[in-house]
């Protein structure tokens, strides 16, 4: 079994920033896939960001490209999602997801395991 759980969620002002944190635990991720996604109130859940296993090329949904960036530690087993410019629309609850496989979190928009979430509010 595997443990998420995410950190540094909080209340910021439009153009600020926050860095999310997600630690894994219960099993090493060194040769899987972590990500991010997002669901605001009376939405879908939709895609973030999301990294493979040897941190190559990240994966990002259009609305955040530019404006964050994904980043892993294997050693830690701890993904990062720094976010830049936030804007209003960005207020979610952030979710950490990991899967063996990459393709399973951009395409599918699946993912094995998923942690409890940290809410983000962005104030205009």
């Known amino acids: 079994q595997v443990q998420l759980v995410e950190s540094g969620g909080g209340l910021v002002q439009a153009g600020g920033s926050l860095r999310l944190s997600c630690a894994a635990s219960g099993r090493t991720f060194s040769s899987g896939a972590m990500g991010w996604f997002r669901q605001a109130p009376g939405k879908e859940r939709e895609f973030v960001a999301a990294?493979?296993?040897?941190?190559?090329?990240?994966y990002y949904a259009d609305s955040v490209k530019g404006r964050f960036t994904i980043s892993r530690d294997n050693a830690k087993n701890t993904v990062y999602l720094q976010m830049n410019s936030l804007k209003p629309e960005d207020t979610a609850v952030y979710y950490c997801?990991?899967?063996?496989?990459?393709?399973?979190?951009?395409?599918?928009?699946?993912?094995?395991?998923w942690g409890q979430g940290t809410q983000v509010t962005v104030s205009s």
């Open positions: 990294i493979g296993w040897s941190g190559g090329t990240p």
């Open positions: 997801a990991a899967d063996p496989q990459v393709y399973s979190l951009v395409v599918r928009n699946t993912a094995d395991y």
